[in-house]
């Protein structure tokens, strides 16, 4: 427990400190996040990143989070957008396929191509979510830093009936929604002290939705872990585990928000 709140403060400080800063700073430190994320999402899969596919892999979620400035910038030049860069990298993996006899798998492809989205696209929006103003990125990081603690807390108090078993033995109901309850709460003292909405129903309704999502996008990085048979998805934070352990509840409220037209 010491070592995970050393980590934790330490980790949290340097990501604090890049946020302010922002533009390219930030910019790079995300870049930086996603490779890391790819790289233990094909370690996973016994994909290394230094072969064809994992470059290719790493090259086509660069692509994916080039922010909206850059991405019309290269299309202009090279009149291709985002999705083809996408479709080219798939197509290229499908013809490596062929040329190792199969070694590599379609469902290797599929594997790669998928985790380049997962990761690529999850972290494209926290960088879009910084440019569109910093109280949202604070909205989505209270969202799920408190719902992941409301949900510890409760759940070890309160906690009877399990969740989902099969894929997160730990998780209760219980913790569930007492990890709902308590971003609500959160999120309401951030309305009075900075608002964030344009009305209390709509924060709440949010609130709630992106508190669901963010559970939901813990218990799929959880699933993935136990059907590849592994127990973090990387060892760069002590106490923690990898980058994907920590960002995976973001990876799923960042882009929701986008999609509801929360931050716009």
């Not at 403060?9 to 990501?15: E, I, K, Q, S, T």
């Not at 559970?215 to 585990?241: C, F, N, T």
Request: hydrophobic share 55%.
């Amino acid at each position: 427990m010491k070592q995970r709140i050393i980590t934790g403060v330490v980790a949290g400080a340097l990501f604090i400190i890049f946020v302010l800063l922002g533009n390219l700073p930030f910019t790079l430190l995300v870049y930086a996040l996603a490779a890391v994320g790819i790289y233990e999402l094909l370690k996973m899969k016994d994909i290394r990143i230094l072969s064809i596919p994992g470059i290719l892999g790493l090259l086509i979620t660069f692509s994916l989070l080039m922010p909206e400035s850059a991405a019309r910038n290269i299309q202009e030049a090279t009149t291709y957008s985002k999705l083809e860069f996408l479709l080219i990298g798939a197509i290229l993996l499908l013809v490596y396929s062929v040329l190792v006899k199969n070694h590599f798998t379609f469902d290797d492809v599929g594997f790669t191509v998928l985790s380049t989205l997962y990761v690529g696209m999850g972290f494209y929006y926290l960088i879009e979510t910084l440019d569109e103003g910093l109280k949202f990125l604070i909205y989505a990081l209270l969202i799920v830093w408190t719902t992941d603690s409301g949900a510890y807390f409760i759940g070890r108090k309160l906690g009877k009936k399990k969740l989902w078993p099969e894929i997160s033995p730990n998780k209760t109901v219980e913790g569930f929604i007492g990890g709902i309850i308590t971003a609500v709460v959160f999120a309401c003292i951030m309305q009075m002290i900075y608002p964030i909405a344009s009305s209390w129903l709509v924060l709440v309704v949010i609130s709630i939705i992106a508190s669901i999502f963010g559970q939901m996008g813990d218990l799929v990085e959880s699933a993935i872990k136990r059907h590849y048979g592994v127990k973090d998805s990387g060892k760069l934070l002590p106490g923690h585990g990898g980058i994907l352990d920590r960002f995976d509840s973001l990876l799923f409220v960042l882009p929701l928000l986008h999609f509801l037209q929360f931050v716009n």
